[in-house]
C-alpha cells in the first residue's frame, strides 16, 4: 500500500503547509524560524493569542 504523505503544517501558521520558506530546510522540523519562536516563550506566546483570535467564536 503506497499513500501519499500529507504535507508538514507550518506551526507558525497552523492553518497553512510548510512552504519552505528557507533555502536549506525540508520541513518545519529544521526550520531555523520555527526554532526560534518555539524556544522564545515571548515570541511563542504571541503566536498561540494570534492563533486564538483567528478561531471562529
Do not use: I, K, N
Not at 13 to 41: N, S
Amino acid at each position: 500500500m503506497t499513500g501519499r504523505r500529507p504535507d508538514a503544517r507550518c506551526p507558525l501558521r497552523p492553518d497553512q503547509p510548510c512552504t519552505l520558506c528557507q533555502l536549506d530546510v525540508t520541513g518545519p522540523q529544521d526550520c531555523p524560524l520555527v526554532y526560534l519562536v518555539m524556544t522564545d516563550e515571548e515570541l511563542w506566546a504571541g503566536t498561540r493569542q494570534a492563533a486564538r483570535s483567528r478561531r471562529p467564536s
